[in-house]
């Protein structure tokens, strides 16, 4: 079965700073990897995915991802942070066997002081 | 409103009482996933179903808990004789299996049993 690790529980930033979260899976096989953000009071939303292809995958709002095989990481980064991204942040893994059925890891919540 | 649909927002009852939450997908998705989420924690995979079929059932689904999608369009989900470890976030999404994105997720239905 697969398993995900986020390494920070809590992130407090101020706004400008650049961002990186880190992300990484157990699983031997193929997988499709997702982050899903969930601001205050809000549903979780997906920031980004990667299926195939470029490894560095670009999501909404200036986030990106770098999926790195050898390490089975998918770190999620952005170069500048503003208040409003102020949010929980998940990293999910679906191992292409598993009938789109995604494991998430943790979350962590990031807090942007304005 | 054509995103995901569940309800009630939220809802507390008695231990020993039983529940029943609602998940109305998109329409056009034959995808339902049913996630739990605890306070601190990712989401938790508890069930899914293609159209009507429920193609598989998590271990954390204990005898108590049961899942329907009688026509393949909404679902339920319920829970029997309510334990105080049953509070938690219960997340509907769904999707349109082997499309290439993540799923849509509802806003979830907050249990707390007191």
């Known amino acids: 079965a697969q398993s995900v690790s986020q390494h920070n529980h809590h992130v407090i930033l101020s706004e400008a700073a650049s961002l990186e979260l880190g992300c990484n899976y157990s699983?031997?096989?193929?997988?499709?990897l997702f982050w899903y953000v969930q601001y205050p009071g809000q549903h979780l939303q997906l920031l980004l995915k990667?299926?195939?292809?470029?490894?560095l995958v670009k999501g909404i709002k200036g986030f990106e991802a770098e999926f790195i095989k050898s390490k089975f990481s998918f770190n999620l980064r952005k170069p500048s942070v503003q208040w409003s991204d102020t949010a929980e942040y998940f990293c999910?893994?679906?191992?292409?066997?598993?009938?789109?059925?995604?494991?998430f890891g943790g979350g962590t919540r990031v807090l942007v002081k304005p | 409103d054509t995103g995901v649909s569940q309800d009630p927002r939220h809802k507390i009852t008695k231990r020993g009482q039983n529940v029943t939450f609602r998940c109305d997908p998109i329409?056009?998705?034959?995808?339902l996933y049913w996630y739990r989420q605890t306070l601190g924690q990712g989401p938790e995979f508890l069930t899914y179903?293609?159209?009507?079929?429920?193609?598989?059932k998590s271990r954390l689904l204990s005898d108590r808990f049961s899942a329907e999608r009688p026509k393949g369009s909404f679902s339920t989900l319920e829970i029997q004789r309510t334990e105080q470890g049953d509070s938690a976030m219960y997340l509907c999404?769904?999707?349109?299996?082997?499309?290439?994105?993540?799923?849509?997720f509802g806003s979830g239905t907050r249990l707390t049993v007191v």
């Open positions: 999910a893994v679906n191992a292409h066997a598993a009938g789109n059925k995604l494991t």
């Open positions: 699983y031997g096989g193929t997988v499709n």
């Open positions: 990667y299926f195939s292809g470029d490894p």
């Open positions: 329409s056009e998705h034959n995808r």
């Open positions: 179903f293609q159209n009507e079929a429920q193609l598989e």
């Open positions: 999404a769904s999707m349109v299996a082997g499309a290439n994105y993540g799923y849509t």
